[in-house]
């Protein structure tokens, strides 16, 4: 059973617009979130995170929210450009102290930023 | 420039082979992690180390499977037999601090 969940396998947005990624959750024990950006054939890469005290985190062009009441969260990416165009995972994990701890992923979504 | 890196990068077998694959952590990095990418799967969490101790091997089919950290700088992956639905890429990670982990570049394994 998924707890982490990316409903929309593909996404196409123009340049310039905005895009926006969503990610649903089951396990209310996950405390932690994370967007992994990847390229093809290259391993993920950290692009943002939020710790679920928050419910909005921003940089620069990327900005994650969190919803917890609806175990929800979205990556804006605002103006979107050519090299956003990549395969997103959303990532959730209960933080431990003392240690980086296992991440579940959702199953990606990929971004398609359309000239 | 820290990475994680992963040998090999591709590997090309027969079921039935043993497939061993490896991975230099980044220096400093108390936890590695073994995630395995399928089309159906997405990212699948198989393994986890902490301070070279196992921790969480859950994910991961054992009668086939086996994880190992000889040293803090070498994590290893094996795989005996391969079967063809094996065939993925296999990613290691490592992390120093809650949410920190960095993915090397991936293994793709192909199981004829």
């Known amino acids: 059973d998924q707890q982490v969940k990316q409903n929309s396998p593909s996404l196409s947005v123009q340049e310039g617009r905005i895009s926006i990624l969503n990610c649903d959750y089951t396990n209310s024990m996950f405390d932690y979130f994370l967007w992994y950006k990847k390229y093809p054939a290259e391993g993920p890469t950290f692009l943002i995170s939020i710790s679920s005290i928050k419910d909005k985190n921003e940089d620069g062009r990327f900005t994650v929210f969190l919803n917890k009441s609806a175990k929800h969260l979205s990556l804006h990416i605002v103006p979107s450009q050519p090299g956003d165009s990549a395969v997103y995972f959303c990532a959730a994990s209960h933080v431990i102290r003392g240690g980086a701890d296992g991440l579940t992923f959702g199953k990606g979504t990929h971004l398609i930023i359309q000239p | 420039d820290a990475r994680v890196t992963q040998t090999p990068r591709h590997k090309v077998t027969e079921m039935g082979q043993e497939v061993t694959m490896r991975c230099q952590p980044i220096?400093?990095?108390?936890?590695v992690f073994w995630y395995r990418q399928t089309m159906m799967q997405g990212l699948e969490l198989l393994a986890y180390?902490?301070?070279?101790?196992?921790?969480?091997d859950s994910g991961m089919p054992k009668d086939r499977f086996s994880a190992e950290m000889p040293d803090a700088t070498l994590a290893t992956l094996k795989i005996q037999p391969s079967e063809p639905r094996d065939s993925a890429v296999y990613f290691c990670a490592s992390g120093a601090r809650a949410g920190g982990m960095f993915f090397g570049p991936g293994t793709r394994l192909t199981v004829l």
């Open positions: 180390f902490r301070n070279r101790a196992p921790l969480d």
């Open positions: 220096l400093g990095h108390n936890t």
